[in-house]
């Protein structure tokens, strides 16, 4: 790729950006978010089509105008969030749409080339395996799988063990180094600088658009990566948590709350969430431990069981009467359950609390204190934004979420429930976001943490509690934290003979 010039309007994604890619190689493209990675791949998988700069395969210019232009000459792409049918078989998943000799594909001779081609790939699936009843690394291996069915030699993962336990992830990076040794070029679009560093020949770094850093894996530090990708350095002295001996916490006993269809139903729930400690719930996504949070909040009605804050039981309070007892929520959805997009910062920042003074005077609201908090808000927890009259839907991603972490923080917090709360962000911003909670945490306050990441959990948490299947471990302390361990957890290993938490 030389010279490649992307726009959206006036946004300029790809700002003359080069890139080689060479046979039996794995190349990690790395930058924060919104550097122009994933647009970078969608311009070689004809997704996109450039503003400027060529393409250049096997030495020949190459008019890629379409995703079936780059599947001709072997590129193909898994997205982050896969595109598979869940209720079809892996075979029907890997046949949609390809045609043999203009007749329809006899699926006996699908199943012979399947297992043939995931015999030379390390990819054990079962190719009458309905979709929906596959794991999130079984999928992943189904979508990979399906490149090479088709006949890629060029493969581009998009954050590709975002949702992967351990176990999973190490099984992926097998693969990709089996496919590497046959001469596939795999591209690894991921923010995570020690996958990077561990299975990547090459780097390429993006920052705003342009190309900050380049070239062969040996010699580039961590350092190195973490500078060209956000134009400073991170302490890398971990996260100090002082001891805290606090009495006080928010207890859930024997809990059972009805879920969405298609998720597990949470069932004889106990946790405790001290005051001064951060406890983390690490699982699969879509085994309740979402419909878990929302009931705490009180967004999701008790089935059996209790919630007691302090003491106190709040199963019936409304979510205004738990936000007034001191409980506060960071849900995943920051742009959709988090802010209001098209509101300013100001009507944002009281969106909990509009009620209390001195957000309110004589039952009016209270412009001046508003403006206040907000820029409070605003200078604390180092939002970037034009003015507290911005809109919250012009803030960058990380910074729409400093502002709602920074908000929640404001108020009067006993307990936060935190839901992947650096998901999708950038390093600099995810370490922003990490540095307060523990801050918080270092002051009493009691923190349940959701995270996906399991390495965020290891590295924040001082309990840590699986969730499998609507039900939940023993909680695991600090000194015992493996890592392995977990994930088989996360995946089952052992849960039926484990006892509730409590």
């Known amino acids: 790729m030389r010279g490649i010039v992307k726009k959206f309007g006036q946004v300029v994604a790809n700002d003359g950006v080069d890139l080689e890619l060479y046979s039996g190689e794995i190349h990690a493209l790395l930058g924060e978010n919104g550097a122009g990675k994933t647009t970078l791949m969608n311009v070689l998988n004809g997704v996109h089509r450039p503003d400027g700069g060529m393409i250049y395969f096997r030495g020949q210019e190459a008019n890629i105008r379409s995703s079936t232009d780059a599947q001709r000459l072997g590129i193909g792409m898994v997205h982050q969030h896969f595109s598979l049918i869940p209720v079809f078989t892996v075979a029907e998943n890997l046949v949609i749409g390809l045609k043999d000799g203009g007749t329809r594909l ?23 395996r309905v979709v929906k009843q596959l794991s999130v690394g079984e999928q992943q291996r189904v979508e990979i799988l399906k490149l090479l069915f088709r006949g890629s030699q060029v493969l581009i993962l998009d954050e590709p063990t975002s949702s992967l336990t351990p176990q999973e992830a190490i099984d992926l990076f097998s693969t990709l180094r089996t496919l590497r040794q046959g001469g596939k070029s795999i ?40 500078e060209a990708m956000i134009g400073r350095q991170i302490e890398t002295k971990g996260y100090e948590r002082t001891k805290i001996a606090a009495a006080n916490s928010m207890t859930v006993e024997d809990l059972a709350v009805d879920t969405e269809r298609g998720r597990a139903p949470v069932e004889g729930v106990s946790l405790q969430i001290r005051a001064g400690e951060i406890l983390g719930i690490a699982g699969v996504a879509g085994n309740g431990q979402k419909d878990l949070i929302e009931c705490l909040f009180g967004l999701r009605p008790v089935r059996k069981g ?87 839907g012009s803030l960058s991603g990380g910074n729409l979420q400093k502002f709602i972490v920074g908000r929640e923080m404001s108020r009067n917090m006993k307990y936060l429930l935190a839901v992947n709360p650096t998901a999708g962000l950038d390093i600099g911003a995810t370490d922003d976001v990490r540095r307060t909670l523990i801050e918080y945490r270092n002051q009493g306050k009691g923190i349940l943490l959701l995270s996906e990441d399991l390495d965020e959990l290891l590295t924040m948490c001082d309990r840590i509690v699986v969730i499998y299947r609507g039900r939940v471990s023993q909680p695991v302390s600090e000194e015992s934290f493996d890592k392995l361990k977990i994930g088989s957890m996360m995946l089952g290993e052992g849960f039926e003979q484990r006892a509730v938490a409590s």
């Open 187 to 226: 591209v690894i679009i991921t923010h995570k600088l020690y996958e990077a560093l561990d299975i990547a020949d090459r780097v390429t770094v993006l920052r705003k658009g342009r190309v900050t850093l380049k070239g062969a894996r040996e010699g580039i530090t961590r350092e190195a990566l973490t």
């Open 306 to 392: 209790r919630i007691l804050l302090d003491g106190i039981e709040i199963n019936n309070l409304p979510v205004r009467r738990r936000l007034e007892a001191g409980l506060c929520y960071i849900p995943e959805e920051r742009k959709t359950r988090a802010v209001a997009i098209e509101m300013s910062l100001m009507f944002n920042s009281i969106m909990h609390d509009h009620w209390e003074e001195p957000n309110v005077s004589r039952g009016l609201l209270n412009g001046s204190a508003i403006r206040a908090l907000t820029k409070r808000i605003i200078s604390k927890f180092n939002v970037v934004a034009q003015s507290e009259s911005s809109q919250a």
């Open 106 to 128: 006899e699926i006996s001779k699908v199943k012979e080339k399947i297992a043939q081609t995931a015999a030379q790939s390390n990819l054990v699936v079962d190719p009458d």
